[in-house]
């Protein structure tokens, strides 16, 4: 079955640190881009975080930029978003979605994290809870 599984979420208090893990099964990850989207309740989807196929490119929104880090370790066909200096406003559902026909770069990253890109594959999501 081809699909993404994420995992590594839970309840953290501000200040902490997470890191959420992208799996892929069924397919090789390394020639997709992989992105992080999350979702707060009452809130749209939002994108957070991209990495390209080829260069390991990547881009942030501002609002995570200095403190989120997205990396791949192809060995284990996985993409983490390393999470550090959480704070509440980063509780939400927390997904990936990969694709393997765009060509990521600076224009193609916005459209991309507006999470309206027909992406190939979604994950089911982990919740991130920051709180004291």
């Known amino acids: 079955q081809l699909q993404l599984v994420e995992s590594g979420g839970g309840l953290v208090q501000p200040g902490g640190s997470l890191r959420l893990s992208c799996v892929a099964s069924g397919f090789t990850l390394d020639t997709y881009v992989v992105g992080w989207f999350r979702q707060a309740p009452g809130k749209e989807r939002e994108g957070v975080s991209c990495?390209?196929?080829?260069?390991?490119?990547?881009f942030y929104v501002d609002s995570v930029k200095g403190r989120f880090t997205i990396l791949r370790d192809n060995a284990k066909n996985t993409v983490y978003l390393q999470m550090d200096s959480l704070e509440p406003g980063d509780t939400a559902i927390y997904y990936c979605?990969?694709?393997?026909?765009?060509?990521?770069?600076?224009?193609?990253?916005?459209?991309?994290?507006?999470?309206?890109?027909?992406?190939?594959?979604w994950g089911q999501g982990t919740q991130v809870t920051v709180s004291s």
């Open positions: 979605a990969a694709d393997r026909s765009l060509f990521l770069n600076s224009a193609t990253s916005t459209t991309f994290l507006s999470g309206t890109y027909p992406v190939d594959f």
């Open positions: 990495i390209s196929g080829n260069d390991e490119s990547t």
